[in-house]
């Protein structure tokens, strides 16, 4: 929703995201998309319920933008659970290699978060119409070069985010 903040005091309930959504003219949006300053999807189970209920009621997409560790977290395959459900997955790769994945995000999964979000990516593609890996333009052109590298090579879109902040 423009013009949201994304801090929340605490983590809304499955019944106060669709009251807030219902309190919206949806006809005025051209997605729906969940992202913020947490992981959306280490609540897959919700986004997945919130998710059913949009589908039923608006006729627009779903995007989910990421971190790509779910599967990691879960430790288990989670995209099979996104089908159907969502439309576009963007996945923050943020980086050309593990090291640097890990010197700047801080992973809890250590170096082996870069290969899981690779791999979550690549599962993503057999569930998921549109897949993207993401990286901001703060990061020097070389390195955004070898991330375009790293999307082409797995197969899914690649996109170059502007920092706000």
């Known amino acids: 929703m423009p013009g949201a903040s994304l801090w929340l005091k605490r983590e809304p309930s499955v019944a106060e995201v669709l009251a807030a959504i219902e309190k919206r003219d949806m006809s005025r949006y051209r997605e729906v998309v969940f992202c913020g300053y947490g992981e959306p999807l280490s609540r897959v189970y919700d986004i997945i319920e919130i998710c059913k209920k949009l589908k039923a009621q608006y006729p627009l997409p779903i995007r989910i933008n990421t971190n790509g560790q779910a599967n990691l977290l879960y430790g288990k395959d989670i995209t099979p659970l996104l089908a159907g459900y969502v439309d576009y997955i963007s996945v923050s790769l943020n980086a050309k290699d593990a090291y640097s994945y890990q010197a700047m995000c801080r992973s809890e999964y250590?170096?082996?978060?870069?290969?899981?979000?690779?791999?979550?990516?690549?599962?993503?593609?057999?569930h998921i119409p549109h897949v993207a890996l993401s990286v901001v333009d703060v990061l020097p052109a070389e390195d955004i070069e070898r991330c375009r590298e790293i999307a082409g090579k797995i197969g899914v879109d690649f996109r170059v985010r502007?920092?706000?902040g």
């Open 110 to 126: 250590g170096e082996a978060a870069f290969s899981g979000l690779l791999a979550f990516a690549e599962r993503c593609k057999k």
């Open 162 to 164: 502007h920092f706000v």
